[in-house]
């Protein structure tokens, strides 16, 4: 087991890039977004799609505390209609009201990463186990998809809260729920600004860098698979 978690009494993790990855690539431009915005989304620049998906995600954030599929669904209908007007990709309204709900509720849009199911199972034995995720009411699907779900005994989602990593909220929400003191939790997460938000409320933060744009210079201690917490030092 990885030494800084041996005097730990809770281990929370992030959920998207520390136990699954987007089979798309990218946790917005589903397949079925891809798939149907074909050569038009391919002959505009990185710049169009960048400025045009930072407006989308500002719109959507703007009211970010909902609490189920349904009220998703409808979120990303606007969210993907908005996309289609800025980017110019002519979606009809039946194209932009399937491609959201495909983001919802086709849990084929994530995978998780080699190894989480047993180290969860492995570290259950020894810790409570919770996450801690910026996310939409679909993530209790995901996680029962992803196999993980009977191990986090503790959950804080940002939709449920209504406010993002790294505020202070979200990290005393998880601590409310675990009852346990903050210097007996760890957070696992491929943010340094997130982990510095925990850090700041005493929980004990830890970079995954499973995604290679999360590997960046930091003192926090880092991993770079989940099996490293369970491997033999």
Same mark, same amino acid.
């Given at each position: 087991?990885?030494?800084?978690?041996? #005097?730990?009494?809770?281990?929370?993790?992030?959920?998207?890039?520390?136990?699954?990855?987007?089979? /798309?690539?990218?946790?917005?431009?589903?397949?079925?977004?891809?798939?149907? &915005?074909?050569?038009?989304?391919?002959?505009? @620049?990185?710049?169009?799609?960048?400025?045009?998906? %930072?407006?989308? =995600?500002?719109?959507?954030?703007?009211? !970010? *505390?909902?609490?189920?599929?349904?009220?998703?669904? *409808?979120?990303?209908?606007?969210?993907?209609?908005?996309?289609? #007007?800025?980017?110019?990709?002519?979606? &009809?309204?039946?194209?932009? &009201?399937? +491609?959201?709900? $495909?983001? &919802?509720?086709?849990?084929?849009?994530?995978?998780?990463?080699?190894?989480?199911?047993?180290?969860?199972?492995?570290?259950?034995?020894? !810790?409570?186990?919770?996450? +801690? /995720?910026?996310?939409?009411? @679909? +993530?209790?699907?995901? =996680?029962?998809?992803?196999?993980?779900?009977?191990?986090?005994?503790?959950?804080?989602?940002?939709?449920?809260?209504?406010?993002?990593?790294? #505020?202070?909220?979200?990290? %005393? $929400?998880?601590?409310?729920?675990?009852?346990?003191?903050?210097? %007996?939790?760890?957070?696992? #997460?491929? @943010?340094?600004?997130?982990l510095e938000g925990a850090a700041a409320l005493g929980i004990t933060p830890l970079l995954i860098a499973a995604n290679p744009a999360a590997d960046v210079e930091t003192s926090f201690v880092k +991993?770079?698979?989940?099996?490293?917490?369970?491997? $033999?030092?």
């Open positions: 087991m990885l030494p800084l978690l041996r #005097d730990k009494k809770v281990i929370f993790f992030d959920v998207g890039y520390t136990l699954d990855y987007p089979a /798309s690539g990218d946790w917005m431009l589903t397949r079925a977004f891809l798939d149907r &915005a074909g050569e038009k989304l391919r002959l505009r @620049s990185g710049g169009q799609i960048r400025e045009a998906m %930072e407006a989308g =995600l500002r719109d959507l954030l703007r009211c !970010h *505390r909902l609490t189920t599929v349904e009220e998703e669904i *409808r979120q990303f209908t606007g969210f993907y209609r908005a996309l289609s #007007d800025r980017l110019a990709l002519g979606f &009809a309204p039946e194209d932009v &009201a399937r +491609i959201a709900r $495909d983001r &919802a509720l086709n849990m084929e849009n994530y995978i998780p990463y080699p190894g989480v199911v047993q180290v969860l199972e492995t570290l259950s034995r020894t !810790h409570r186990l919770g996450v +801690i /995720s910026d996310t939409w009411p @679909s +993530i209790l699907p995901q =996680l029962e998809h992803l196999g993980v779900s009977r191990y986090l005994k503790y959950r804080t989602f940002s939709c449920f809260v209504g406010a993002l990593k790294p #505020d202070p909220r979200i990290f %005393e $929400d998880a601590l409310r729920q675990c009852g346990a003191a903050p210097e %007996e939790t760890v957070f696992i #997460d491929d @943010s340094a600004r997130n +991993i770079r698979d989940l099996r490293e917490l369970t491997a $033999d030092p």
